[in-house]
């Protein structure tokens, strides 16, 4: 069964946790819940998880757990089939790792072979390497294996086919018999399966298996955005949309208490739910929201899990889910019982990948849709003074009005004073800036220049550029 687990659950240290909460990560994917308990106790471990389920970081975590900073020596190693997963991975485990001092670094073929003994010689405690360039530095005697904890093969299948299976086997002979492996694969063909018979001891099977996803009558759609674009989006998006019963994803709790008191700012009917309300706190948000006293909810994956209202017209993820599956269960807050129901992601210019992983898993294209304008929003506000003003015409109580509306009519023109009524029941968009915490998307590539750091006419290093890491 897939559960989703709060990390302040697994008893990790406050080092790794204060680690995990920059990353913006508050729960665990499936992959994540039923990995790191079994890896923290040292048990060996088959996961079957496509890429974008977050396995990174379900053997990641328990591995910066289990390691030692005081010690220079290599004490774990990653074994991954490309270069750019082996910079991907390494990155992540050097953001889990940066308070406990536990540092990561790549080895991968293509890379300077002396840059990579400089980089060895200031002791790493994981290697995150390639077969080709792990054999080759095993032969050189530049990297020992003797000290090796915990060995993990990532994208054992991907590695398989690039016909490393055997070189996989030398670097496995090298390692101490007395250590943990981790094996996490898309598939486990027969070739695999014989691989974790000859080198792992009793290994406990983990498969996650996405859902068969998307609800039809769910409308998706991503609109790319800058990180500082998002909330005036959102609010262009709620006045153009006029949505019925909303809810929006966030990824932390602070986002959530962020996001909600600033729509509260801007005129919504908004509240937010989280893991820290109490459970009168919460049942109080939710009656109200079921009652359509609250219009938008802002909720974290954990708080929303089970909810269940019927009406709900649009989810909208204002930060990308870091996994699939909680993609799955987002959407599905809408489109229930055969209604239509719309879908929105912004998607920041570095999260297109989490994108595209959630497009091959649910095996559906999301479509994109353009950024609305202010004008946009502005229309949008007037259709809905419109639709409120013929609703009044059926309202009870409109004849005591009647005579009030004749006195106008005798000293203003008609069409002046229609003008005004609709005036005062637009809500105009207000664009004064709001600045919401910055929220770091889990999973991002660094960008790197080709050439490294460039000289100057002066002979200074001149500025780096920002790097994404």
């Known amino acids: 069964m897939n ?3 709060d990390f302040d659950e697994l008893k990790l240290s406050s080092a790794v946790l204060e680690a995990i909460r920059n990353m913006g990560f508050e729960e665990t994917t499936p992959i994540q819940a039923e990995t790191i308990p079994l890896s923290m106790a040292g048990r060996d471990v088959i996961g079957q998880a496509q890429t974008g389920t977050g396995k990174t970081a379900a053997y990641g975590i328990p591995l910066v757990e289990r390691l030692s900073a005081s ?31 536990i540092r990561a670094l790549p ?36 990297i020992r294996l003797l000290h090796i904890q915990t060995v993990v093969l990532d994208e054992a299948d991907e590695m398989l086919n690039m016909g490393f299976i055997d070189d996989i086997k030398s670097i496995l002979k090298e390692v101490p018999a007395e250590h943990q492996t981790m094996l996490f694969s898309a598939t486990v063909p027969g070739q695999i399966r014989a691989l974790a018979e000859q080198f792992m001891r009793n290994p406990e099977t983990i498969a996650i298996r996405p859902k068969e996803l998307t609800v039809p009558s769910i409308e ?14 959102l609010c262009r998006l709620l006045d153009i949309q006029n949505p019925d019963l909303a809810i929006v994803f966030c990824r932390t709790k602070r986002r959530v208490g962020e996001l909600a008191e600033a729509l509260g700012k801007r005129g919504y009917a908004a509240e937010g739910i989280h893991g820290d309300l109490t459970q009168p706190q919460r049942d109080k948000v939710m009656q109200l929201f079921r009652e359509g006293t609250v219009e938008v909810l802002v909720a974290t994956d954990v708080a929303a899990r089970g909810l269940d209202v019927s009406g709900v017209t649009h989810v909208f993820n204002f930060d990308i889910p870091q996994d699939p599956e909680s993609y799955v269960h987002r959407i599905g807050r809408t489109g229930r019982a055969g209604e239509a129901g719309e879908a929105i992601t ?19 294209k999301i479509a994109r849709r353009p950024i609305p304008t202010l004008t946009e929003a502005i229309e949008g506000q007037q259709r809905l003074a419109v639709e409120r003003l013929l609703q009044a015409l059926d309202t009870d109580g409109i004849g005591r009005y009647k005579a009030l509306a004749e006195n106008l009519l005798e000293e203003t023109d008609s069409v002046l004073l229609l003008a005004a009524a609709l005036k005062l029941l637009t809500k105009e968009p207000d664009t004064t800036p709001v600045q919401l915490t910055v929220e770091q998307p889990p999973y991002r590539r660094r960008k790197r220049s080709s050439r490294g750091r460039r000289r100057s006419s002066r002979g200074k290093t001149s500025k780096r550029r920002r790097k994404y890491s």
């Open 346 to 364: 912004f998607v920041t210019p570095r999260e297109m990948n989490q994108l595209r992983q959630i497009e091959k898993l649910t095996k559906r």
């Open 107 to 142: 080895i991968y073929g293509g890379q300077d072979i002396k840059r990579q003994f400089r980089a060895l010689a200031k002791g790493p405690h994981i290697i995150v390497g390639t077969p080709g360039r792990l054999l080759d530095h095993l032969r050189r005697k530049t």
């Open 71 to 101: 010690s220079e020596q290599i004490q774990a190693l990653v074994i991954v089939p490309t270069r750019e997963l082996a910079m991907q991975v390494a990155e992540e485990l050097n953001r889990i790792g940066e308070f406990k001092r």
């Open 220 to 233: 998706q759609h991503y609109l790319q955005v800058q990180e500082r674009q998002k909330f005036d989006v």
């Open 3 to 5: 559960i989703l687990i």
